[in-house]
Nanobody, 123 residues
């Protein structure tokens, strides 16, 4: 079965950086686009970034554009999110999710999710 396991969350000061990872198994990772979605405390889900199956096309939400970079290593079945210039409003549980197709989109039809990793941005 599809399994997505996130790691790399933690406490970081404003302006700092973190890299999240998502280890994928149970499906042909290189055939599907992948997304990062976050949920801030007390708020709904917010799509963050998406990458196509080949890793050469990415999309980012405006609120993270220029600060976050999504990437993937298909040889390692791993998805990444490099987060720089972090702000307190980036505090959230970050989820890795699988698209049902190969093309990068804004996460409208994600069909598998990880358990999430908490990122806290605070001084």
């Amino acid at each position: 079965q599809v399994q997505l396991v996130e790691s790399g969350g933690g406490l970081v000061q404003p302006g700092g950086s973190l890299r999240l990872s998502c280890a994928a198994s149970g499906f042909t990772f290189s055939s599907y686009a992948m997304s990062w979605v976050r949920q801030a405390p007390g708020k709904g889900l917010e799509w963050v970034s998406d990458i196509n199956s080949g890793g050469d096309s990415t999309l980012h939400a405006e609120v993270v554009k220029g600060r976050f970079t999504i990437s993937r290593d298909n040889a390692k079945n791993t998805l990444y999110l490099q987060m720089n210039s972090l702000k307190p409003e980036d505090t959230a549980v970050y989820y890795c999710a699988k698209d049902p197709w190969a093309t990068a989109t804004t996460g409208s039809s994600l069909d598998a999710w990880g358990q999430g990793t908490l990122v806290t941005v605070s001084s």
